[in-house]
C-alpha cells in the first residue's frame, strides 16, 4: 500500500526518527501508525533520535588511505565520551564511513549543506534537461525535484548507501550504532584528496577497489 507524506510526518513527530525509517517502518507495517512506532523501538531508531539532540565532543580523526595512495581521507567523528571514542564499535564505524567516503565520493554531510546558490544551478541544469528530453512544461518542475532527490542521494554522505550494505542508507547505519553504543554520534566534517585530482588521467572504479580491500 502507498504510504502518504501525512503518516510519514506523523509518525516522525511521535518517535523522531528520521523520514527514510519512518517510511520503511509504515510499509511494514502496513500503514499502522502506532505498530510503525514499535518497529521503530525495536530497531532502536527512535531511541537513537532521542539522543541526537546530546552533545558530542569526543570521538575520533580517522585516516584512511587507498592502496597506492591513491586516495587520502580525513573524517571527524564525534561521541559524548572519551571512553566510547576508544572503543573498537567505535573505531570500526569510522573507519568504515572513511572508506565510504574514499569510494563514494561525497561532497557535503548532509543536505542542509549544500549551498542555495549550487541547488539552483543543479535545478537549472535538470531543468533544462528534462526540456531537452521533449517532457511537458507542467510536469518538468516535478521531475526536477525528484531529480534533486537523486543528487542528495548521490553528493550527500548521509543519503548514500553503504558501501559495505547498499540496502542501508548512511544515515540508517549511524542511526544503529547510536542505538548500539548508547551516545550520541555525529559525522562532523571530512576532507577527500585524490592523486591528480583536476587533472586528465584514466578513469578507475574506486568502489570496486575499496570493496576488495575489504573482503580481503
Known amino acids: 500500500m502507498a504510504v502518504s507524506a501525512s503518516a510519514v510526518k506523523e509518525l516522525r513527530e511521535k518517535t523522531g526518527a528520521g523520514m527514510l525509517d519512518c517510511k520503511k517502518a509504515l510499509d511494514e507495517s502496513e500503514g499502522n501508525i502506532e505498530r510503525a512506532a514499535e518497529i521503530l523501538r525495536e530497531k532502536g531508531l527512535a531511541a537513537a533520535a532521542k539522543k541526537g539532540g546530546r552533545v558530542a565532543t569526543e570521538g575520533v580523526v580517522e585516516a584512511y588511505i587507498h592502496a597506492g595512495g ?3 581521507v580525513l573524517v571527524e567523528i564525534n561521541c559524548e565520551t572519551d571512553f566510547v571514542g576508544k572503543t573498537e564499535q567505535f573505531r570500526e564505524f569510522a573507519r568504515d564511513i572513511a572508506m565510504q567516503i574514499a569510494a563514494a565520493n561525497p561532497k557535503f554531510v548532509r543536505r542542509e549543506e549544500v549551498s542555495g546558490e549550487e541547488l539552483e544551478k543543479e535545478k537549472e541544469i535538470l531543468r533544462a534537461q528534462a526540456l531537452n528530453e521533449g517532457k511537458p512544461e507542467k510536469i518538468v518542475d516535478r521531475m526536477v525535484e525528484g531529480r534533486i532527490n537523486k543528487y542528495y542521494e548521490e553528493y550527500c554522505l548521509m543519503e548514500q548507501s553503504f558501501i559495505k550494505d547498499p540496502d542501508k542508507t548512511i544515515d540508517t ?6 542505538a548500539a553504543i548508547g ?4 559525522i562532523r566534517r571530512f576532507v577527500r584528496y585524490e592523486l591528480g585530482e583536476g587533472l586528465e588521467k584514466k578513469q578507475d572504479n574506486f568502489v570496486e577497489e575499496v570493496m576488495a580491500q575489504v573482503k580481503q
Open 183 to 186: 551516545e550520541n554520534i555525529s
Open 173 to 178: 547505519l549511524l542511526k544503529e550504532k547510536i
Open 70 to 72: 591513491r586516495i587520502g
